[in-house]
């Protein structure tokens, strides 16, 4: 065999291995991508729990990507001034940040003013954790669950307060649904944060509350607060001792509260492949989840598709919530 031929067919099978291996990495990282730092935009001050998770996910995304990823916290309105600066930025993957549920599921019902539609603006990419809700009372109080409660409630309608961090966050809305589901009459009793509405109830300043296990589960351990439930679809893995309301007194009851990964919308459909693959892959690191659960947060990923079905499902599910119970922001 001649052979400049032979050579020449090598040379060929060779271009095309190597032609094979560049398309299949090209598909898993966008050429050119990331060239730049990437900012992960929080919306809300240092911290905090979002700006702690961020801190978590962010250095592991910056190790993966080979490229700084750099934390922005743009606090302000509740976090709307850090969901509309994403929504606003330039789609083309070096502006992400987190959404949280309250912001991106149930100001849309509350809202007139809300600068930006979170299905239209923005692109999902993932579910990130899972921010476990519970149902606490000062020990004092005489229920030990969630029956107890709702026996109590239906025998004083109108007479127990039930605090909140505050009006339209996913505690008031995980009250509001409560009271829709048990036909009972507890009295909202909004804060303004986590820790105000912790240290009343700790204080006796009213007797019950929906905040988050984070806030109360050294308090709890403690004894200086009582758990009546936690506000899930099954037991959370940061308090698995801790009954469900719905195993506790109301089956079908269910509320979650999570942080998710976004993006400004019409961001290139590799791009969000890319960066859910690799910021579901750093919620499976034993160190990322162990540093999660310490913080009272369950990690939760999800895909792209996923994650944009739910935040739609709880839009809906949410304005007919409000609209029943007739809330509305002052």
Same mark, same amino acid.
């Given at each position: ?206 007797? @019950? /509350? !929906? *905040?988050?296990?984070?806030?109360? #589960? ?6 200086? &607060?009582?758990?009546?439930? +936690? %506000? ?47 910021? @579901? /892959? !750093? *919620?499976?690191?034993?160190?990322? #989840? ?6 009272? &947060?369950?990690?939760?990923? +999800? %895909? ?27």
């Amino acid at each position: 065999m001649n052979r400049t031929f032979v050579i020449g067919v090598l040379a060929r099978c060779l271009a095309g291995v190597i032609g094979a291996l560049f398309i299949g990495q090209a598909a898993a990282q966008p050429h050119g991508y990331p060239g730049k730092p990437i900012r992960f935009i929080v919306g809300f001050p240092p911290g905090g729990s979002t700006d702690i998770a961020a801190r978590i996910i962010t250095p592991r995304l910056s190790e993966r990507l080979s490229q700084s990823v750099i934390v922005d916290n743009r606090s302000g309105a509740g976090g709307i001034v850090g969901v509309d600066a994403i929504a606003k930025s330039e789609p083309d993957g070096y502006t992400i940040g987190w959404g949280v549920s309250g912001m991106l599921t149930i100001s849309v019902s509350l809202r007139t003013d809300l600068p930006f539609n979170p299905v239209t603006d923005l692109a999902p990419i993932t579910m990130a954790v899972n921010n476990t809700l519970i149902l606490v009372a000062n020990p004092s109080f005489p229920a030990k669950d969630a029956s107890e409660l709702i026996a109590l409630a239906k025998a004083k309608p109108g007479k127990i307060a039930l605090g909140s961090p505050g009006i339209g966050t996913a505690m008031h809305l995980a009250g509001a649904l409560l009271n829709m589901m048990a036909g009972i009459d507890l009295v909202h009793a909004p804060y303004k944060g986590l820790g105000p509405a912790a240290n009343d109830l700790l204080g006796g300043q009213i007797p @019950v /509350a !929906i *905040l988050d296990v984070a806030t109360t #589960r050294n308090f709890i351990k403690l004894g200086r &607060l009582k758990a009546l439930g +936690t %506000t899930g679809v099954k037991r959370a893995l940061t308090a698995p001792e801790v009954s469900t309301i719905d195993e506790s007194g109301l089956p079908g009851y269910a509320v979650t509260s999570w942080f998710g990964v976004i993006a400004p919308a019409r961001t290139p459909p590799e791009i969000v492949r890319l960066l859910n693959s690799h910021i @579901v /892959a !750093i *919620l499976e690191i034993p160190d990322v #989840r162990e540093r999660f659960f310490a913080m009272g &947060l369950e990690p939760m990923p +999800t %895909t792209s598709e996923e994650f944009g079905n739910i935040i739609k499902s709880e839009i809906t599910r949410w304005a007919k919530v409000i609209k029943e119970s007739g809330i509305v922001v002052q």
